[in-house]
Structure formats: structure tokens, C-alpha cells
């Protein structure tokens, strides 16, 4: 079963910085996007960012442009999230996901079957 690594999640005041990272294998990597979803309680599982592995197209949610960036370490078939300006809204478990290439983009966060494999989710708490 493919498995998704994440670490780097915790708790941080208002206006603080923390930054996720999620390993995955080496196919997995090569031959997807990478991306990172959220869902905070009550709500529904929303995208975040995701990264083409080949191209590095990134795209942002609306919500977090200018403040999140996505980045990867093709060595290591590494994605990272830095957070930063983070605010109570920002909370969330974070979860890293493989998603759907389609050309030189990646298949949009709300596409059915966007997204192949999960990883097991990272709580973030941002306090005010």
C-alpha cells in the first residue's frame, strides 16, 4: 500500500510560520502531483496547494495565496508546505495527497478522483 509520510504539524500563535513535509515514494512522486488538503472540525476536506512534480506549476487556493507556498526536493521526492501570517481559520488537519496529472497541470482540487492516495493527516492549531 503506498504510503504517505507527513511530520511538521503542531501548534503556533497568530502570525506565526510552521512548515509541513510529506515523503512519498518514488513512483508516486514521479507520477503524480503533489498536494496538500485541509479540513477543519465540522467542515468539508478543502484544497490547499499542489505542485507538478515535472512542470512545478503550483496552484494556490484563493485562502492561502501569498501566505502558504508549496515547494518540493525531487532528491528526496519531498513536498513541503511553509505556512506563514497563519491565523485560527488556518486550523486544521493538513493532509498530503498524490493528485491526478493532466498534462502539465494537475487535476483541480475538486475533481472527482483528483486525488490517489492520502496520507494520514497533520494537526495544525493556530491560536489567537
Known amino acids: 500500500q503506498v504510503q504517505l509520510v507527513e511530520s511538521g504539524g503542531g501548534s503556533v500563535q497568530a502570525g506565526g510560520s510552521l512548515t509541513l513535509s510529506c515523503a512519498a515514494p518514488?513512483?508516486?512522486?514521479?507520477?503524480?502531483?503533489m498536494g496538500w488538503f485541509r479540513q477543519a472540525p465540522g467542515k468539508e476536506r478543502e484544497g490547499v496547494a499542489t505542485?507538478?512534480?515535472?512542470?512545478?506549476?503550483?496552484v494556490y487556493a484563493d485562502s492561502v495565496k501569498g501566505r502558504f507556498t508549496i515547494s518540493q526536493d525531487s532528491a528526496k521526492n519531498t513536498i513541503h508546505l511553509q505556512m506563514n501570517s497563519l491565523t485560527p481559520e488556518d486550523t486544521a488537519t493538513y493532509y498530503c495527497?498524490?493528485?491526478?496529472?493532466?498534462?502539465?497541470?494537475?487535476?483541480?482540487?475538486?475533481?472527482?478522483?483528483?486525488?490517489?492516495?492520502w496520507g494520514q493527516g497533520t494537526l495544525v492549531t493556530v491560536s489567537s
Open positions: 495527497a498524490a493528485v491526478r496529472k493532466s498534462g502539465s497541470l494537475c487535476y483541480g482540487f475538486k475533481t472527482n478522483g483528483a486525488v490517489t492516495t
Open positions: 518514488v513512483f508516486t512522486f514521479r507520477s503524480n502531483c
Open positions: 505542485i507538478h512534480t515535472s512542470s512545478r506549476v503550483s
